[in-house]
């Protein structure tokens, strides 16, 4: 039973790599600043001793500069500065520290309400971490101390998108529509009064991607890059629009050598990544990907549903019902994780006593899902198959194909098969089962009647023709 990977498009709903604020404050603080004195090497390429050529680290001359103080900007609090500087710090490391980078934007922001970048990074960093309603309080907050500030309502608008994304990968159409209406309204405001805000720009080409718009979505983005060239969010929808557009290498270039090159960690990036060589037909890249953005953000459950479905593609059982039950536990109203975790668990191995259990597991697993889902009446085919060929119980499978006949929406030509399984199926039980099909013996063939020659006369033989 072949899984399917969602195709869903990941736009980046979260900050990626180093966060640092884009708000109108204008307040950026580079939190290398000041840090530490540089090692940098010259230019020259002399020679050791032995006639060794330079270039190598250990023939290489290097200065040391001088330690500098820390700048503060005017206008902010000096110890938000350095809070803010140590979330950067947090962020910044090979594996973010989002727990440190949390504590300190959040100290950073309580102690300069004005600072709206610390808002802004407290913010991302908790939907880094997948505490999204968090993040709409972070940002919320910033706008109540800051109103009217257009960055604070653009990441209030993003964080709607992300719910509208959440919604659709549940099966929630109407509600996904709802929060995307509610984005665009935010982002529309925020354009009228400045064209060239990023954030909101960002917002809007993800919101015309999400509604299939390509060509909008490429118009808004160009406005991102056209202002920060190195935008993560920017460099990430453009190359989920060559994705859109079947242009698979130059959108695999885009996330590999743009996205990823600004941002290792970005989980959108390793995700589209993930879809891009599937699209490919590499799949054994694509899991390596989809993994890597689980590693960076484990709270993802569509990274971790296509897992699941390659795990589940590759027979590995085990591990994709692991992962399914992990999904349903986050997310109990998951209908492909509901039918992946029953495919997964009639899949198992074991002993025949366990392949057993597996398979009624499975049926139970199947047949509550359909009365949940009514219009997957399909399962209960899989169900009534499972019950003839594997547990060997006909009365079961009639049962259950009578169900499939009554429930699922068939074609005349697939209704009279059914119909015709029913009646050999019953025929066999009124026999006594499949048991006493087996215990019959073979009936001996009927011994063939003795052939007869017509007796031989010397008559010619009579024809109608008339005598010529």
Same mark, same amino acid.
Do not use: C, H
């Given at each position: 039973m072949r899984r399917h990977i969602r195709k869903t498009l990941i736009g980046v709903l979260a900050s990626a790599g180093v966060l640092t604020g884009c708000g109108s404050s204008g307040a950026q603080v580079n939190g290398n600043e000041g840090d530490k004195g540089s090692q940098g090497t010259t230019g020259t390429t002399g020679q050791s001793q032995d006639g060794t050529p330079g270039g190598d680290d250990d023939f290489t001359r290097k200065n040391i500069n001088e330690v500098k103080a820390p700048v503060y900007l005017e206008g902010i609090e000096p110890a938000a500065q350095d809070f803010f500087r140590d +979330?950067?710090? %947090?962020?910044?490391?090979?594996?973010?520290?989002?727990?440190?980078?949390?504590?300190?934007?959040? @100290?950073? =922001?309580?102690?300069?309400?004005?600072?709206?970048?610390?808002?802004?990074?407290?913010?991302?960093?908790?939907?880094?971490?997948?505490? +999204?309603?968090? %993040?709409?309080?972070?940002?919320?907050?910033?706008?109540?101390?800051?109103?009217?500030?257009?960055? @604070?309502? =653009?990441?209030?608008?993003?964080?709607?998108l992300g719910k509208a994304r959440g919604a659709r990968f549940l099966g929630q159409n109407s509600e996904a529509d709802s929060w995307l209406d509610k984005a665009k309204g935010l982002l529309d405001a925020i354009i009228a009064k400045d064209a060239t805000n990023v954030a909101a720009n960002n917002g809007l080409a993800l919101y015309y991607l999400m509604r299939d718009d390509v060509d909008t979505a490429e118009r808004f983005v160009k406005e991102v890059l056209y202002v920060e060239p190195s935008n993560v969010t920017g460099l990430n929808t453009r190359g989920l629009i060559n994705l859109k557009r079947g242009k698979l290498l130059l959108a695999k270039w885009v996330f590999e050598n743009k996205v990823l090159r600004e941002d290792p960690t970005s989980t959108e990036a390793h995700t589209n990544l993930g879809y891009t060589y599937i699209k490919l037909q590499q799949r054994p890249l694509a899991m390596k990907h989809f993994q890597l953005a689980l590693d960076n953000d484990p709270e993802n459950m569509e990274v971790r549903q296509n897992i699941a479905a390659m795990l589940l593609e590759h027979l590995d059982y085990a591990n994709a019902l692991d992962h399914y039950e992990k999904i349903l536990a986050a997310q109990p109203n998951n209908v492909e994780a509901k039918i992946g975790k029953c495919d997964a668990t009639y899949g198992l191995g074991g002993t025949a006593t366990d392949r057993a259990k597996q398979w009624n597991a499975a049926i139970g697993c199947y047949d509550a899902f359909v009365k949940e889902k009514p219009d997957r009446a399909d399962l209960y085919k899989r169900i009534a198959e499972t019950y003839q060929s594997k547990l060997q119980n006909l009365e079961k499978a009639v049962e259950y194909f009578e169900l499939y006949g009554k429930s699922a929406k068939l074609s005349a030509e697939d209704a009279e098969k059914n119909k015709k399984l029913i009646t050999t199926l019953k025929d066999i039980i009124a026999k006594g089962g499949l048991k006493a099909l087996d215990e019959q013996p073979p009936e001996e063939p009927k011994p063939e009647a003795p052939k007869t020659e017509a007796p031989k006369t010397d008559e010619a033989p009579k024809t109608d023709a008339a005598p010529k």
């Open positions: +979330g950067v710090r %947090a962020i910044s490391l090979a594996k973010p520290d989002f727990k440190t980078a949390e504590a300190k934007f959040k @100290a950073a =922001a309580e102690k300069a309400p004005d600072f709206l970048e610390a808002f802004f990074n407290w913010g991302q960093t908790l939907e880094r971490m997948g505490r +999204g309603d968090e %993040a709409l309080g972070v940002y919320q907050k910033a706008l109540d101390k800051n109103p009217g500030d257009p960055s @604070a309502s =653009a990441y209030i608008a993003k964080i709607y």
